[in-house]
């Protein structure tokens, strides 16, 4: 009798393989291959990522025609037989005691549907403003704390809500936000979602200089605007729509009263992506015409109190 595999990992990449072998080696490391299923779904052009995972147990390697990391996600997550999936970028590395915890995280998760961990940068810095002593349950106003780096979902609560929106996320036109809008799906439905800060993964942080920064920095706002779009007339937590305004602000901000006149051209990139997103991204089901629902939703966040400005976001 084949026994189910208590997680998955999933790993969606693309022309990365010296960081997907780390990834790999890290994971092995920290989960072994016991009840541990890996699946890379590579989008890349030539054989390198194969050869990478042809050098570790127990992955399964599936290769991808469609460019998006939330489609890619989704495609490994159809793959799996685990009743969770651990979704973990290319370039990140579990801690050592990252097998240890998840285990007894998933001893009590019987009413949880997504956990997300404490992201570190190299040297130790959280990328995300979590609470570092205790489990935290998410509400719609702390969604902005959980990042795709890695993330926790049970497989069977993914499909209930339809996967990841395969519309946002990098490779996509509005490409970021596919988690954020994940989390805020599942918190709607009233599913339970918590930070785990005990489940530690490190990633670099994001590039803020070099070539294709600002043009990153666009397609990131576009996907924060869309989120926003989908999302500001649909959540009934009057905290999140001030949230949401704060945060779509937050790019002029920084170009104000930034620290460094080289980051202004970013922000500027961002809050534009930003502003087009809300404007002209998707619209959610069962919603009436373009123009209207932008206005609703622009009305929407000017109606909300807005936090002070510089309160951590980024």
Known sequence: MTTTPRAGVIIATRDRPEALRSALEAAHRALGVTHVEYIVVDQ????????????????????????????????????????????????????????????????????????????LDPIGMPLAQVAPDRAVRLGASHVWCVIGICLLVRRADLFRLGGFDERLGVGRRWGSSEETDLVLRFIEEGRGC?????????????????????????????????????????SDDPAWRREARSFMLHPLWEIVHGPARRRTTLRVAELFGRWLGLLFGPNPPQTGGRIAHSVACIRALAKAKVRPMGSGHG
Request: hydrophobic share 40%.
């Open 44 to 119: 890349s052009e030539d054989e390198a990522s194969h050869d990478i995972c042809s050098r570790f147990p127990n992955v399964q390697y599936v290769r991808s025609t469609s460019v998006g990391i939330a489609h890619n996600r989704n495609l490994g997550a159809e793959r799996t037989r685990s009743e969770w999936v651990l979704f973990l970028d290319d370039d990140a590395v579990l801690s050592e005691h990252f097998g240890h915890e998840l285990e007894r995280v998933l001893v009590r998760a019987e009413r949880l549907s997504l956990v997300a961990p404490l992201y």
């Open 194 to 234: 918590i930070v785990e800060p005990s489940l530690v993964v490190m990633h670099p942080r994001a590039a803020e200089r070099g070539r294709g920064s600002r043009r990153r920095a666009f397609r990131y706002g576009l996907g924060t605007g869309a989120l926003v779009r989908l999302h500001a007339l649909r």
